[in-house]
């Protein structure tokens, strides 16, 4: 099952970016593809990205290429520390749920309505949720001047220390 | 008794053997000094006793060596009126109880007597101390007593201890004022502080004495109470 | 030079081989832990001895000398190393003569947090420990801006050689918890005469204490050699992430660890990287480690609290942003009291953690994907944490001990545990040995299987072979089994992601499972690292025979 269900995921994970809304706290926004100026790799390793600090100018559109070398699963997000802090506990309901399993997801539960319009399919704009080997991508304009923090929150990750500063000038 | 000696002989080769595989960490022997009594009594008729029950031991899990001594000194006559050593050798028979047998010297002032015994000892369900020896003497007199004691906790340091002790005769031994049948009793009372760790702890209690049937009648011919009454003030030692 | 060539230059050196020297000398020291001050063991002058800091891919060579005047012998605990290295008189080497120098080589082939013991009589109890540091080759997975060691030990004031007569003596000499009078009427008040006389009946006819969870009271719990008074402190600037290398070096007691008002990221246990997870407070047995990361932010001081797990004791320590800070100290909790459950009485034969252990490793063996097992695991344990707590599979249902975190945050299990990385391929295991853990409280007499080390044939184990060791606890102690020279692979149901250890706690009434690759030829000692059961005979020779090095039989 595992197998079917890995090549549904950079799909899916592609069409979280298209999802606005949750995300204007970010720092920023959902960005246009047309207007992007710059590529930017981004690695995840177990557990912490390469590499550790970014830099923006205020109104720069960005591509945000996320690869996951990691033998885990983990997470790609653009927030302040608090968001990151408040997005910790969906994290850990995932966890608990049985969606995140260690090293690969479950998607046939990520589709799952959880009751109240909920669901656990993880569609933030601002953010990807990738498996060990995929690559993703993330397109975002970063309006105005702040401090930020792009982090894992799978929980445990960001506490161990995998996040890293980005500083929009 | 033999099999015990030939046992305590066997693991005393084995330690030998064994050194190989002590490793380092671990322990074989060990020895043990207690005085669960040592103490000074006041009789109702105003006599004055000093009494002590103490232990030391050493060997194994498995066997272990014990010099067991029981002595009452009357301070009015200068004069030893129980003083009791024993040897023995003890080995565990179940989980809970251990199975002891030596001799036993009967040395007080007048006559004096020699035993062997054999006897059980350990602890009961419901935390009942029990000690229970069968004896021969000398002369092919059989005894037998049996020791009951109970700790009660009122705090974890304050202890009260009752104890009860029966002693009985399967034939008369006249010269040393031993009647047939159940022959007397004591019974204790002991509120005990643990002043130093358990290794040493005063008491003060009380203690009673009783003989029985022809005992009690060689007792009173020798001008003896037939039972008596004492305060005790002492101290429990261990190390 | 070019900044560049420098660069991949210094990127070669961890690659040659680095070798370094190091000195210890056993002397007698004077421990003062603030309650009391006792004639002890250390090295080099101290109790404890020194951090050894070693590097991964280094070749060491530590020299001892034994300036005591009895043997001694240093154990380098949890170090992967040759059997002739491991520093067990009498199954290594013959141990260190008194004046005498012993050379130890060997490489360190592993990074994380370790410590070091004698392993000769109770020289360990009376101060002879330190910690082990060992730098990873590559960068850590996780990120700290400083590290403390925090080495907890249950200082206590009578030496080990006295402990262990007293407790031979008798078996309760040290147990200052017992039920009392009092107990009795408070137990009547709140659960009636009926079922406080029954309660008392059943523990009196077993002839056991559900108050025997700790055989020697009356310590002072260390940090660092200080004791809660002494109050040893780690600064930090609020704001860093701090990296507390938790080692219990204690003779007897397990430390339920906590720091109020902050959650630890546990990132490592027994030196091997777990994925990490977030709690509130932790247990550590007797001889673990765990590494945890803090990260303070307020400007103010956070107390290091490890109470003991029967709550007789505890240990302190501050981490303050400035020197002479104190946190507040919490209060000890109640003791706690063993149940039937705990006797193993209470689902004979059923208890939990023979149970989904056994079915999970059935489950492995006919192919089924276990990693949904994990998943299952978590999805069925952790739903509503601080509402309603899971109970701990590693705890009998119904447990005296299962622990509970003070804030009713997360208290970690065993179960969250999750390698990093795998150490090894997963495989199916060649044989399966149990050892029954077994023992006499009243006589104090420890053993496996009923039989202890001294009258034991050893286990004989293959090179090559991986081994699965059925740990089933039949006694009312809480046992640190050790093994030495060889992992031990504790099976929480996650397969591959098992977590690689070196201790296995294994509480009364349970059945806990684990895995070993036998990959280290020679005689290694596997025991119970209580010091008073190890020495009892709760220990066991491991011979492992053929093997690269032609095993010592």
């Known amino acids: ?169 | 008794m033999k099999r015990l000696m030939t046992a305590l002989l066997l693991s005393a080769s084995a330690s030998a053997g064994a050194e190989e595989m002590r490793h380092s960490m671990h322990h074989g022997f060990f020895y043990g000094l207690q005085a669960d009594a040592l103490e000074y009594r006041y009789g109702d008729s105003g006599e004055e006793l000093g009494y002590w029950s103490t232990e030391a031991w050493w060997g194994t899990d498995e066997l272990k060596a014990l010099w067991l001594s029981e002595a009452e000194y009357d301070f009015d006559h200068d004069s030893w009126e129980t003083l009791d050593n024993r040897l023995a050798l003890q080995t565990p028979v179940s989980d809970f109880l251990d199975l002891r047998g030596g001799l036993r010297f009967d040395t007080p002032d007048g006559e004096n007597r020699h035993y062997v015994f054999v006897g059980l000892s350990g602890l009961l369900p419901y935390w009942l101390e029990m000690d229970s020896n069968l004896y021969l003497s000398e002369h092919g007199d059989l005894s037998l007593d049996l020791a009951l004691e109970y700790e009660l906790l009122l705090t974890n340091r304050l202890h009260l201890t009752p104890e009860l002790e029966f002693d009985a005769a399967l034939s008369d031994d006249e010269a040393v004022g031993v009647g047939r049948g159940l022959r007397g009793m004591e019974a204790g009372l002991r509120l005990s502080y643990d002043l130093l760790d358990r290794a040493v702890v005063p008491y003060l209690g009380v203690h009673y004495e009783r003989a029985f049937g022809r005992s009690a009648d060689f007792a009173v011919q020798d001008g003896e109470d037939r039972d008596g009454w004492f305060a005790i003030a002492g101290v429990r030692l261990m190390f | 030079m070019s900044s560049s060539a420098l660069l991949s230059a210094l990127a070669l050196l961890p690659a040659l081989s680095w070798a370094g020297e190091y000195r210890l000398t056993v002397d007698e020291v004077t421990i003062d832990t603030g309650d009391f001050r006792k004639q002890g063991i250390g090295y080099n002058g101290a109790s404890p001895g020194p951090v050894l800091r070693f590097r991964e891919g280094e070749d060491v060579t530590i020299h001892v000398t034994n300036n005591l005047d009895e043997p001694t012998s240093v154990h380098w605990h949890g170090l992967i190393l040759p059997y002739q290295m491991d520093g067990v008189p009498g199954l290594s080497y013959p141990g260190i003569a008194p004046g005498e120098t012993f050379t130890y080589r060997f490489p360190i082939t592993q990074s994380g947090t370790y410590w070091f013991h004698s392993h000769s009589g109770f020289q360990e109890p009376d101060g002879a420990y330190g910690a082990i540091i060992i730098e990873p080759n590559g960068r850590e997975p996780f990120r700290y801006d400083r590290e403390y060691v925090v080495q907890l030990t249950d200082k206590h004031p009578h030496s080990g050689d006295r402990i262990m007569r007293n407790l031979k003596t008798s078996a309760d000499y040290y147990n200052r918890q017992q039920q009392t009078v009092g107990d009795f009427w408070r137990d009547t008040r709140e659960q009636g005469l009926a079922a406080t006389l029954k309660d008392r009946l059943m523990w009196g006819d077993m002839r056991m204490m559900s108050s025997d969870i700790e055989d020697v009271q009356g310590f002072t719990g260390l940090i660092n050699g200080k004791g809660p008074e002494q109050n040893w402190t780690g600064l930090f600037k609020p704001g860093e992430r701090v990296r507390l290398r938790l080692i219990n070096s204690s003779a007897m007691t397990y430390f339920d660890v906590r720091l109020p008002g902050l959650k630890m990221t546990v990132v490592q246990a027994d030196g091997n990287n777990v994925q990490p997870v977030t709690v509130d407070e932790l247990r550590i047995g007797v001889a673990e480690t765990y590494d945890v990361i803090v990260q303070p932010k307020e400007d103010r001081a956070y107390t290091v609290f490890a109470e003991s797990m029967g709550r007789s004791g505890f240990a302190r320590g501050t981490l303050a942003p400035r020197e002479g800070m104190l946190g507040e100290i919490p209060e000890l909790r109640p003791a706690p009291l063993l149940t039937m459950a705990d006797m193993g009485m209470a689902h004979a034969g059923m208890d939990h953690g023979s149970m989904s252990h056994g079915d999970m490793a059935d489950m492995d063996d006919s192919g089924i994907n276990h990693d949904d097992m994990a998943g299952m695991d978590h999805g069925s344990m952790s739903q509503g944490r601080a509402a309603e707590l899971p109970a701990d599979p590693f705890y009998a249902e119904g447990s005296g001990l299962v622990p509970q975190a003070y804030n009713d945050g997360r208290f970690l299990s065993y179960a969250d545990l999750r390698a990093q990385k795998p150490l090894y391929e997963e495989r199916k295991p060649t044989r399966e040995i149990e050892l029954r853990l077994t023992g006499n409280m009243e006589r104090y007499t420890w053993s496996i299987n009923g039989i202890k080390e001294s009258d034991a044939e050893p286990i004989r184990l293959q090179y090559g072979e991986r081994v699965r060791f059925k740990f089933v606890n039949e006694t009312m102690m809480t046992h640190p089994m050790h093994l030495h020279g060889m992992w031990s692979i504790l099976d929480v149901g996650a397969g591959q992601w098992n977590p690689v250890k070196h201790v296995i706690s294994v509480a009364p009434g349970t059945t806990v499972y684990m895995e070993t690759e036998v990959d280290a030829p020679g005689k290694w000692a596997f025991h119970c690292h209580l010091s008073y059961h190890a020495a009892a005979g709760m220990f066991r020779t491991v011979i492992v025979e053929g093997g690269p090095e032609g095993g010592d039989s």
């Open chain 1, 1 to 169: 099952m595992n197998r079917i269900l890995n090549g549904l995921a950079a799909a899916l994970l592609l069409s979280a970016t298209t999802a606005a809304g949750a995300a204007s706290g970010a720092g920023g926004q959902p960005g246009d593809p047309q207007q992007v100026t710059r590529t930017i790799e981004v690695v995840m390793h177990d557990n912490y990205f390469e590499p550790e600090q970014l830099s923006f100018a205020a109104g720069e559109t960005v591509r945000l290429k996320v690869r996951n070398e990691g033998a885990l699963v983990h997470e790609f997000n653009i927030g302040t520390a608090a968001m990151h802090e408040a997005h910790q506990g969906q994290m850990q309901m995932m966890v608990d749920h049985g969606v995140i399993r260690g090293d690969h997801l479950n998607r046939e539960l990520m589709k799952m309505d959880m009751g109240g319009g909920h669901s656990m399919a993880h569609d933030h704009a601002n953010s990807l949720l990738l498996e060990p080997g995929q690559e993703a991508e993330l397109v975002w304009k970063f309006d105005h001047a702040d401090q930020l923090e792009f982090a894992c929150n799978v929980p445990g990750h960001y506490q161990a220390g995998m996040m890293g500063g980005i500083d929009v000038e």
